[in-house]
């Protein structure tokens, strides 16, 4: 079982790079697969979840193929499975994005119920409802979710009653290929949606409004081949600008699209992190006083305030001056690492599942960690890198599923950190 040895207090400078976005690279794999044609897919992070996604591409019989690092081509022609395997789907949350493509292009998909980060309930509700309003049949059987279209999916309206992000992606890919209009109503805006849908749209897909909460998707026969760049991660961007405010007085942060940021600089602004923002960079700089607390931190769909960032935010806000709030409210399970950053000195009331409050500033000491789950494991490997002394992180798997190389690149900057195998 591999482990990190943190060694913290060590200053930070100079640049890191921006990996492609996880969240988008884990939606263009199956969107590959609604053509028949070869999909090149560029700038891809080659973290574990995007690997368990090319695996699942290759357990349907799809062909992947690496050109170079970050490059990647997907040739779906000799797909003849439509089940997605069990042990892969119960590992992984984004196999739900498979049921779009299969469900469209075969008229029939068998799915485990995903599994993935434990950050909440999770349920698959609004995705089953949605497919349902296209015209699928779902049965539910003792292990799988069996859905069928046999004579095609049939465009319809869609009113979300609440936003989600995968369920407006996967609607928007289903949606593609069915008959007729499809309407959706109360979408999600995240930028790699608008992405996702540019990249359909270039392959013969006819999406208008997507990025907006209104998308209106004309259904056609089918779709080419095509390439696609995955864009700038955004959270990566994030969650280095908060490792640079708490530990470095010159960190530029390259290859990344600050605009997807827009309400997170606020925040940080807010905190007093001092920064610079450029089209394609952000640059942070040295501090002119102490951190401050935020009273009124709440995390929203987007342009609000990314829920994946709640955790390394919350992580700088223990060394704020004041009482900050934090309302995390899309996710019911995704504030327990709390406890953890409290056992390494930190000062946090759980108040319920949803809101934490936060004394600082407090000195935070190195301890035996364990990654919960993806955000919360950066944010704790965060708060090793400004503790006093030594930490060791368990189940740094969860890191490396959204974080590539991450000790490589974080030592290139001054940091301490050893991968171990124990
Ligand atoms: N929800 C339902 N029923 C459903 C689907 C979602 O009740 O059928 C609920 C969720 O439980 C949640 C809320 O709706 O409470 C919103 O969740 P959403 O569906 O938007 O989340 P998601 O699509 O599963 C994506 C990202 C998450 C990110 C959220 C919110 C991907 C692969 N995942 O998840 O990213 O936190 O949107 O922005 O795009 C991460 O990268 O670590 C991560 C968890």
């Known amino acids: 079982m591999e482990k990190f040895i943190i060694n913290g207090g060590n200053k930070l400078s100079g640049k890191i790079k921006v990996t492609g976005a996880k969240n988008h690279a884990l939606k263009l794999i199956p969107a590959a697969i609604l053509s028949e044609q070869v999909s090149i897919i560029k700038n891809v992070p080659e973290i574990e979840d995007v690997i368990k996604m090319f695996e699942l591409v290759e357990a349907l019989g799809g062909k992947v193929k690496k050109l170079k690092p970050g490059t990647y081509s997907i040739d779906p022609s000799t797909i003849n499975k439509t089940a997605i395997p069990y042990d892969l789907g119960r590992r992984l949350r984004t196999s739900v994005m498979f049921i779009a493509p299969l469900l469209a292009r075969f008229g029939e998909v068998k799915i485990p119920h995903p599994g993935g980060c434990m950050i909440g309930k999770r349920p698959i509700d609004m995705f089953i409802e949605g497919f349902k309003q296209l015209g699928a049949r779902v049965v539910q059987e003792k292990d799988y979710y069996h859905l069928t279209a046999k004579s095609g999916l049939k465009g319809s309206k869609y009113i979300f009653r609440r936003v989600s992000v995968t369920v407006t992606e996967a609607m928007i890919m289903a949606a593609s290929l069915a008959k007729g209009k499809t309407e959706l109503v109360f979408a999600a805006c995240e930028p790699e949606i608008s992405s996702l849908a540019d990249y359909l749209n270039k392959r013969g897909a006819k999406i208008k409004g997507a990025g907006t ?93 990314v829920s994946d960032l709640q955790a390394p935010l919350t992580v700088l806000l223990t060394q704020a001056n004041g009482l900050s709030m934090v309302h995390e409210t899309i996710f019911e399970g995704r504030l327990f690492y709390t406890d953890m950053l409290n056992r390494m000195g930190a000062d946090i009331i759980l108040c319920d599942p949803h809101r934490v409050v936060i004394n600082g500033p407090s000195k935070l000491y190195g301890r035996e960690i364990e990654s919960p789950d993806l955000r919360a494991g950066i944010a704790l490997l965060i708060a090793a890198m400004i503790a006093k002394g030594e930490s060791k992180m368990a189940n740094i798997y969860q890191i490396d599923r959204g974080y590539a190389n991450i000790e490589q690149r974080l030592k290139k900057l001054g940091a301490d950190i050893k991968r171990i195998d124990e």
């Open 213 to 305: 909460h209104a998308v209106e998707i004309e259904g056609v026969k089918e779709l080419k081949g095509g390439e696609m760049t995955c864009i700038p991660d955004r959270i990566e961007c994030g969650t280095f600008a908060i490792m640079g405010a708490l530990l470095s007085d010159d960190l530029k942060i390259t290859n990344c699209n600050p605009a997807h940021l827009e309400v997170f600089w606020v925040y940080l602004k807010k905190a007093g992190v001092n920064f610079e923002i450029g089209k394609d960079y952000v640059h942070i700089l040295k501090r002119k006083g102490a951190l401050q607390a935020i009273p009124d931190v709440i995390t929203h769909e987007y342009p609000g305030l």
